[in-house]
């Protein structure tokens, strides 16, 4: 899994972001290679989803940079999704007036594409997205995104409030994008058990900092041990102390 030889398609380095001049995510470091799936997790409030804005462009960087396929970039949302960079972003981004079959159209990756990944979405194409159930949305969110043949997707929440089956039904896609089309694909998830089953490495955020990473052979342990409970992630207070963990 992961074609993590070649050189990384998306990378963050030394990256500090916020709001105004407020920074939440600290100089962190991350890399995301073709092909291969990275899940970024932890607790609420960690940045993980500050990250994934100023990956996709909706954000500056206050400091450090983030590079797209070799070459620092500052192009905003628009243009990066042109470059091959996919976006979707925690809040649910079908168009719920509008039919499955339009809300395919829109996307520059076209119908046909789309329900071939998701064979499901077909006998929904005439009903209107906000019809669907949740699990469906996200499948035609997903089927959007990955009929455009991204170089990159970053991912926020894609399984929020979803059920399990789902949930694997989507990561197996996922999955099978980055295996055959050498998709790179961030993954921004608080169900850390779910996304290291399918994930090639994770990083582990909290208070704006990358406080451990790994790969898939020494994730969930790793994890677990400093703040997993019943396959989510802890809330900590805010007075808790911070464990030490060894970052890479
Ligand atoms: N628009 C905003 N303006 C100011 N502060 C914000 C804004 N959005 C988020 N924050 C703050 O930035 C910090 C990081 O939030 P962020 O949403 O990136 O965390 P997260 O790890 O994605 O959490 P969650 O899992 O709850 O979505 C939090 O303290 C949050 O309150």
């Not at 709001?19 to 409030?45: F, S």
């Not at 829109?106 to 009903?127: D, I, K, R, T």
């Not at 704006?208 to 990473?213: K, N, T």
């Not at 790793?222 to 890479?248: F, I, K, N, Q």
Request: with cysteine.
């Amino acid at each position: 899994m992961g074609r993590a030889t070649e050189g990384p398609v998306l990378e963050l380095r030394g990256l500090s972001a916020g709001y105004d001049d407020l920074a939440v995510v600290r100089g962190i470091d991350v890399a995301v290679h073709p092909g291969e799936i990275v899940a970024l997790l932890g607790p609420n409030g960690a940045g993980k989803s500050t990250t994934l804005l100023t990956c996709a462009g909706e954000l500056p960087p206050l400091a450090g940079e983030v590079r797209w396929r070799g070459a620092p970039v500052t192009t905003p949302l628009h243009q990066r999704a042109r470059d091959g960079m996919a976006f979707v972003p925690e809040e649910r981004s079908v168009l719920m007036s509008m039919t499955v079959r339009d809300n395919l159209l829109l996307g520059s990756g076209g119908l046909a594409p789309a329900v071939a990944l998701f064979p499901e979405l077909e006998p929904l194409l005439p009903q209107r997205a906000g019809l669907l159930s949740g699990g469906e949305q996200q499948m035609l969110t997903l089927a959007r995104a990955l009929a455009t043949r991204p170089t990159a997707l970053l991912l926020d929440e894609l399984s929020l409030g979803l059920a399990p089956l789902v949930v694997g039904r989507l990561f197996d896609a996922l999955r099978t994008a980055a295996d055959e089309q050498g998709v790179a694909v961030l993954l921004v998830e608080q169900q850390a058990r779910r996304a290291l089953g399918v994930a090639d490495r994770w990083y582990l955020m909290r208070q704006g900092s990358i406080v451990a990473a790994g790969d898939s052979a020494d994730g969930i342990e790793t994890v677990e041990s400093m703040y997993l409970t019943d396959g989510r992630l802890d809330v900590p207070d805010a007075g808790a102390p911070v464990p030490s963990p060894t970052p890479r």
